[in-house]
Nanobody, 115 residues
């Protein structure tokens, strides 16, 4: 079975930093692109960042130069480093992978940016 287990997140003041982790199992991790999404009650799910199997990254414009997605293939883990956080980054963040014809999701992690 494929599992994605997230950690990190929490409450941070504007301008602060957080790192999210997503540990996977059940897939040959190095073969797959990994994605980070976020969702709020007001906004539909938004693709925030992606990292391909060979390490190429893409970001939504609103997080460019603030967020960094990385992967550690031996640990089968993907990370999202979030710097210069703003209140509009407040959301539930999800990691996801498309594998074996299905899309698998982490459990979600709340990130709240507030003073």
């Amino acid at each position: 079975q494929v599992h994605l287990v997230q950690s990190g997140g929490g409450l941070v003041q504007p301008g602060g930093s957080l790192r999210l982790s997503c540990a996977t199992s059940g897939i040959n991790f190095k073969l797959y692109a990994l994605n980070w999404y976020r969702r709020t009650p007001e906004r539909e799910r938004e693709l925030v960042a992606s990292i391909s199997s060979d390490g190429n990254t893409n970001y939504v414009d609103s997080v460019k130069d603030r967020f960094t997605v990385t992967r550690n293939n031996p640990r089968a883990t993907v990370y999202l480093q979030m710097n210069s956080l703003r209140p509009d980054d407040t959301a539930v963040y999800y990691c996801s992978v498309n594998a074996r014809g299905n899309q698998f999701w982490g459990q979600g992690t709340q990130v709240t940016v507030s003073s």
